[in-house]
């Protein structure tokens, strides 16, 4: 897991053959919150838009971390829940037609 100090990202991801633009990072922003509280497959891509740092949580650590205090655990899980949903909301309100990956490398939108 990583904590954003500085700096603005975009994250992308591909799901189920489209590739997603998901909400931009930000400082103070937690990144591959939902692979350190998982299996620890990251979900998706991360390029910097404006120069920035990242601080690095190990996973082992951050396990450690959890051992000792639960509910930190259950803090983090809240936020990743909160995190869905904006994302569920900020997909369901912009009206942008997704694109679609074809297996020969192009991309269309899905109306065409």
Known sequence: MYVVVSGD???KAQRFQMRVMLEPARAGDLIELAAALGDGR????????TPGSLLL???ESLH???ASHPPMRMRLLEELAREVSR????CCLSR???VRRHSD?????QGQ
Do not use: C, D, K, M
Request: proline share 7%; aromatic share 14%; glycine share 4%.
């Open 9 to 11: 990202f975009v994250r």
């Open 42 to 49: 990251h979900t998706y891509t991360l390029n910097a838009v």
């Open 57 to 59: 949580l190990p996973l």
């Open 64 to 66: 450690q971390a959890f």
């Open 87 to 90: 994302a569920y909301i900020s």
């Open 96 to 98: 942008v037609t997704p």
């Open 105 to 109: 490398g192009t991309t269309r939108n």
